[in-house]
Structure formats: C-alpha cells, structure tokens
C-alpha cells in the first residue's frame, strides 16, 4: 500500500496519498468518473472509491481503498479459488449498481474513439490485477477507473478472466505465482460460475477475443498518433503481445471449455 505523504506515478496520471485520501490532478474525463462513482455510492456499492471533492490544489479527492494491489507474483488469496470467486461476485455486484447509470450528455471518455449508446452499461475498462486491492485474503475493490468506457456486462468478465485466470502464456502465468502453469480450465469456470446469470464461458472467449481485436486496433491507431499512454504502450510492444495472447486463446479455447 502507498504509505502517507507518498507518491506513485501510474499509466494516466501522479498520485499521493495524503491520510485516508487519494490526491491526483483531474483530466476531462474527472467528471464521468466522478458520475460514475457517486452512482455507485448511491447505490450501496463498496468496492470502488468514493469521491469527496477536490483539494486546495485542485486534485480531485478520492477516498482510499486499504489493502495492498494484486501485483506479481500474487499473494494466496488471488491465487486460490477464493480469490476467483470474489472477482466474479465483484463483477455481478457492480452490474448490477451500474445498471441505471446513464453518463451526462457532455461527457468525455478517457479514450478518444469511445461511444455511448442505449443498452450498454459503463465499464471499468481496466480490470487488470494491479488496480485490484485486497486486505488480506478479501477483495476490497478495484482503483483507477479513468479508462471507464461504454461496453457490455460481458466485457467486464472477459477483461478479468484475460488477467485473473489468467488466459495468458505460460511465461505470464510463471511471474504471477504459477511456475508449473496455472489450472485454467478450473480458474476460469471458476470465475465465470461465481459471476453467474446466463453469460456462458463460450460467450465470455468469444467477447476476449473481440476485445483483444479491439484493443491492439487501439494502440496502433491512438499510439500512431502520439496520443498517451498509447504512444508508450505502441512503443513497449504492447500491441504485438495482445496478437500473441490472441493466438494462445485460439489454441487453448477447447482446454477452457473443457472439450
């Protein structure tokens, strides 16, 4: 956990923890996320900060989640079933306090190319396990909600399942704590199962894919433009790693749904 009086520098932006507050300088898209956030207080969900103003200095002020992130390798909590089952019954809870949110006429997404229409719901966009926060071997929520973006329920659950299960390579898998290979089969029905409702596993590979598509289109198109943080992900290689992990999914969809 970032300690009191500390800094930390993350994709989008600066961050200092000042008591039980997280500070940070707002950007255009401050105001859907602040809507977002205060819809989901309103709505008695607790695993996301909450939004309490902005300082002297004009840093939006958001409450802190106590706990430390999900980074590698992974404590026992995110490795083990239990872990899973939290992130699932996550996912369900914040759709169903989403559900009646609608973004303000004048919003600005984070990302450029991002487009609202009726019958989507707003998602995190960001659903990797160093946003998440654990005390101990509870989940407490997840940070980091700039990249929030129009999508689908489906969306949310085929992110956490890309970087929970995780439906990565082996490599991948060996530096979050599996140097034998994560159980994958298990892990992601596991997951999906705790989510519940009718979005099946299929359904759940068949939206990664779209969204790996999606995103390594992304990067080369914001990237190519010089726009942050694409720029440096296009530079680090990101796009060809989400092609690569493409590729592991298509090998190994018959693994995950058990055939």
Same mark, same amino acid.
């Given at each position: 956990?970032?300690?009191?009086?500390?800094?930390?520098?993350?994709?989008?932006?600066?961050?200092?923890?000042?008591?039980?507050?997280?500070?940070?300088?707002?950007?255009?898209?401050?105001?859907?996320?602040?809507?977002?956030?205060?819809?989901?207080?309103?709505?008695?969900?607790?695993?996301?900060?909450?939004?309490?103003?902005?300082?002297?200095?004009?840093?939006?002020?958001?409450?802190?989640?106590?706990?430390?992130?999900?980074?590698?390798?992974?404590?026992? &909590?995110?490795?083990?079933?239990?872990?899973?089952?939290?992130?699932?019954?996550?996912?369900?809870?914040?759709?169903? &306090?989403?559900?009646?949110?609608?973004?303000?006429?004048?919003?600005?997404?984070?990302?450029?190319?991002?487009?609202?229409?009726?019958?989507?719901?707003?998602?995190?966009?960001?659903?990797?396990?160093?946003?998440?926060?654990?005390?101990?071997?509870?989940?407490?929520?997840?940070?980091?909600?700039?990249?929030?973006?129009?999508?689908?329920?489906?969306?949310?659950?085929?992110?956490?399942?890309?970087?929970?299960?995780?439906?990565?390579?082996?490599?991948?898998?060996?530096?979050?704590?599996?140097?034998?290979?994560?159980?994958?089969?298990?892990?992601?029905?596991?997951?999906?199962?705790?989510?519940?409702?009718?979005?099946?596993?299929?359904?759940?590979?068949?939206?990664?894919?779209?969204?790996?598509?999606?995103?390594?289109?992304?990067?080369?198109?914001?990237?190519?433009?010089?726009?942050?943080?694409?720029?440096?992900?296009?530079?680090?290689?990101?796009?060809?790693?989400?092609?690569?992990?493409?590729?592991?999914?298509?090998?190994?969809?018959?693994?995950?749904?058990?055939?």
């Amino acid at each position: 956990m970032i300690e009191d009086g500390e800094t930390d520098q993350g994709t989008v932006t600066t961050v200092q923890r000042v008591g039980d507050t997280i500070r940070r300088p707002p950007g255009r898209w401050t105001p859907l996320v602040h809507a977002l956030l205060a819809h989901l207080e309103a709505a008695g969900f607790h695993g996301a900060p909450r939004v309490l103003g902005f300082d002297e200095d004009g840093r939006e002020v958001l409450s802190l989640l106590h706990g430390e992130p999900g980074m590698n390798p992974w404590g026992p &909590a995110l490795k083990g079933a239990g872990g899973l089952r939290q992130l699932g019954r996550w996912a369900r809870d914040y759709h169903e &306090a989403v559900r009646g949110f609608r973004p303000p006429r004048d919003t600005e997404w984070f990302a450029p190319d991002a487009r609202w229409r009726p019958g989507l719901i707003v998602r995190h966009g960001d659903l990797g396990m160093w946003n998440s926060i654990w005390s101990g071997d509870r989940l407490a929520g997840f940070i980091d909600w700039d990249f929030a973006e129009p999508g689908e329920p489906v969306d949310d659950l085929a992110q956490l399942a890309w970087y929970a299960v995780p439906l990565r390579d082996a490599g991948v898998q060996a530096r979050c704590g599996f140097p034998d290979g994560a159980p994958v089969h298990e892990r992601f029905l596991g997951l999906c199962e705790a989510y519940g409702g009718d979005i099946g596993p299929d359904l759940v590979l068949a939206a990664l894919d779209r969204m790996q598509v999606r995103e390594a289109a992304r990067i080369r198109e914001q990237g190519g433009h010089g726009r942050a943080p694409w720029d440096l992900m296009l530079r680090r290689g990101d796009a060809e790693e989400i092609d690569a992990e493409r590729q592991w999914l298509a090998r190994n969809k018959a693994v995950l749904l058990g055939g």
